[in-house]
């Protein structure tokens, strides 16, 4: 079989599940949603090399949150694939999902070729729609260098392609149904999950577990997941064990647990018992810059087989990076189931 004709049916299978997913799951109302603002960029510290052991040779999932920091994950861990990752977006903020909007609607009707002049056309039509309104770091100029450096590394073409197929969940990580859909949609593939610091974001336990759950539920070959201290992230886990004891260990109560909530945690996962087999990655990257490095990209044939499943590596303990801040404000984290 050729590789075009792989490419082909890789092609018609992504359609095939997007649309069985968007016809299964729950979408909630714009005012049944959160208010709270977004990241265009994300704001986690992660750097390129953090995840170049977990780059994929087949197809897989990301389930992620927020806007181009996800497409930015799909990009680095898709980048030996011939067709580029599904990314599925799950989010409680309408400005999340008014960006999104924006986002598909640029760039489905652009034409331009030109990587420098259509990350100029997004730019003025994000200054026309009053940027402010949707995102932290809307009106940035760093924006431009950030989708600059992607569309660098990885192609413009591969790069709309990505955010045009983006599947937009407008619900909760804390909604079971929605996760074992997506779950259910993409069986016999691997998954990624990337919900970044949401469950530090959120005031009660039971909540907290609910996330960790349907993180659980999506059965992940690796989750990506950040800690909250002070407002910024200090650590990035990266997580092959995804039971919700493990998760909930690692990550700890986060800022917002207290009284009976912080007690009930401590009792329940701080008690003594066998290592956690997960990756804690230091800080030490500069926030917002996430995958936009320009670096020049390797040729090469690319590997991709028996596209059903997918098989990731495995980062060594020792490698060293950063993590993300998902940008949930307080009011923002009371909300979630």
Sequence with gaps: MSASHISY?????????????????????????????????????IKK???????????FVLVGTSIFGAVAIACHLGEQLSTPPQVVIVDLSPQVAKS?????SYFMASAETNPELAV??????LQRNRPNEFSMDGNSENLCDFLLGLIEQYGLVRFKQIVIEAVIIKQSWGHEVTFQRIRDVYKGMD?????????????????????????????????????????????????NDNSIKTI?????????LEGIDKLAFESEFLAPSPSIPAVVVKPGSVPGTLFA?????????????DYASVTMGSLDNNDQGSERLHGLQDSCSTRIN
Excluded at 28 to 35: C, G, K
Excluded at 49 to 59: E, F, G, I, V
Excluded at 120 to 125: A, H, Q
């Design 9 to 45: 049916l890789l092609s018609l299978d992504k359609a095939r599940r997007r649309e069985q997913l968007l016809s299964t799951v729950k979408q909630l109302p714009l005012d049944e949603l959160m208010d709270c603002f977004s990241f265009f960029m994300g704001n986690d510290p």
């Design 49 to 59: 090399s953090d995840l170049t052991a977990y780059q994929a040779t087949k197809p």
């Design 100 to 104: 999104w909007d924006l986002i598909k």
């Design 120 to 125: 100029k056309g997004f730019w003025d039509l």
């Design 191 to 239: 998954i990624v999950a990337y919900p970044s610091n949401i469950i530090h974001c959120i005031h009660d336990l039971k909540t907290q577990k609910d996330v960790a759950r349907c993180v659980n539920l999506l059965r992940p070959v690796l989750s990506i997941q950040t800690n909250l201290q002070q407002g910024e992230p200090t650590q990035l886990h990266l997580m």
């Design 248 to 256: 909930m260990r690692t990550l700890g109560p986060g800022p917002f």
């Design 293 to 305: 490095q320009s670096v020049k990209k390797e040729e090469g044939l690319k590997a991709e087989t």
